[in-house]
């Protein structure tokens, strides 16, 4: 398989010498600092004159004053423009930032699977259309993996903020002779099933991957048998430091993704910089989740609810970092498997509500004991779920989520972040009326708003453009609603325009 997306990210660390890797990673320990530890922000705003002394305290070989773009307020205006020349350190924290937000991307693109798996990537691509109108600021930095393994029970971390409101630890699932063989079936019927777009897969969920002791293990399978080594985020890094630094050190054997440490208070972080050095973290991103730091948190899982009973005591604003458009953690559009429990789930990411509190949708459930019946239960759930029209015999709306306004020869669909404005002339009468009042199947709506032969076709065509688009509820029990906050505005190409007429409703044609 060719991974565009392993052979950016090896190059970002190629291409530097020794030296610039050893800058680069005094650069990260700084920063690190300075989003998470408020007594390092507060010892560098004091000690205006002389900074350097400030990062020597800390062990960092930074000059504060030679990278004051990135943290001094009165020079920030200066990043990722030319004005920033005479800060090279800086320049090169920023171009670094730059190819890990193309990395990113690629992961993104990594998930496509038009030729192996069309129906997947089909339905994918619309979850990915759907979630860049409705998450917020969350789906910027989502790249919708299609699959996520959970290879223990429960979690024992416990943390407060949980997005995903992980259970407590009830086990892990052991590196056996009949697991291992289990384990390798999986992901190889995975790996045959979604060709390279395995490679976005990870092994965590609700569970923290150092509570299984064999997780390395696990890992080099899974690199075996796609040539990608999945991501490993952990809140415990320091639980078992032996199993940690194996998995450090497949990053620096294979290189194909950044790894990840949730940092839960500034002890931990002191923690976490005494026991590894700068270097050591190159490769890991340090998530900055302590009360000092300059993080949000996204509303979804406990977080959510414990910003609910907050609100009912009055205390809303103990947790005031909460952030209400970073609305879900949860990133996978595709499969997530438990192997302890055999369990297999379609999930796609929606915004924290009352009917999903975790932030993910759960289309459908499978059991299964064998790859064989991994495999049924995927093909199963593809056929069922993954739709490539509207259900025919289902009701048609637009989702809950947006607000309709019918215009002269269109009608206008308003989300928290866009508008999108839909031609509607193709019919005697209103398309987008017709969907707003909720009241007709498709193929109700189809023969309510034909004319004739020629009509029906174009009207069939625009509800297929809606329902790519993500603009039509596939969720029909959901009863998520919202304000809508700052919005752009897209067009949804290749729906022909005319004149508009405000349809009856289809309640006499149930």
Known sequence: MTHAAAEHYRKIFDRRTPEQLRSLSHLKRFMERLVGDVEFRRALAEAIATPRAVTERYGIKVDPMEVLPLWRSGFQQYRFKPESA????????????????????????????????????TWRERQIRRCNDQLGVSAGSLTHPIIAFELSEGCTVGCWFCGLSADRFKGYYDYSKEHAALWRGVVGVASEMFGSAVCTGFCYWATDPMDNPHYDRFLFDY?????ALPQTT??????????????????????????????????????IHTTFSPEELLGVELILQGNEA?????????ARERKQKLRSANKDGAIAFLERNHTTIACVSGFLVNMRQGRLRLVTPVPGSERWPLGYRILGEHFFSTPDGFRGGLQSMIEQHMLESPAHDLPIRFR??????????????RSRNMEHRVRDDIAPISVGRLIADGNCTTSQLVIRAAADG?????????????????????????????????????????????????????????
């Not at 890990?100 to 038009?114: I, T």
């Not at 809950?400 to 669909?413: M, P």
């Open 234 to 271: 952990t809140a415990a890094p320091l639980k078992d430091r032996a199993l940690t630094r194996r998995v450090l050190g497949l990053f620096n054997l294979y290189r194909t993704t950044t790894n990840r440490f949730s940092v839960l208070s500034t002890a931990h972080l002191n923690q």
């Open 454 to 510: 020629k009509t029906l076709l174009g009207v069939a065509d625009l509800l297929d453009q809606l329902y790519m688009a993500g603009l039509i509820e596939e969720d029909l029990d959901d009863r998520f609603i919202w304000q809508t906050n700052d919005w752009t505005t897209s067009r949804i190409e290749g729906v022909k325009q005319a004149g508009s007429r405000t349809g009856a409703d289809c309640a006499d044609s149930h």
């Open 223 to 227: 690199y075996q048998i796609t040539g």
């Open 86 to 121: 005479p800060w090279p350190l800086a320049v090169m924290w920023d171009e670094y930032l730059r190819e890990m937000m193309r990395h990113r991307d690629l992961l993104r693109d990594e998930g496509a699977m038009s030729t192996i798996n069309p129906r997947f990537h």
């Open 294 to 302: 300059l993080t949000a948190k996204a509303m979804a899982g406990r």
């Open 400 to 413: 809950r989520d947006l607000q309709y306004k019918a215009g002269s020869r269109y009608f206008r669909l």
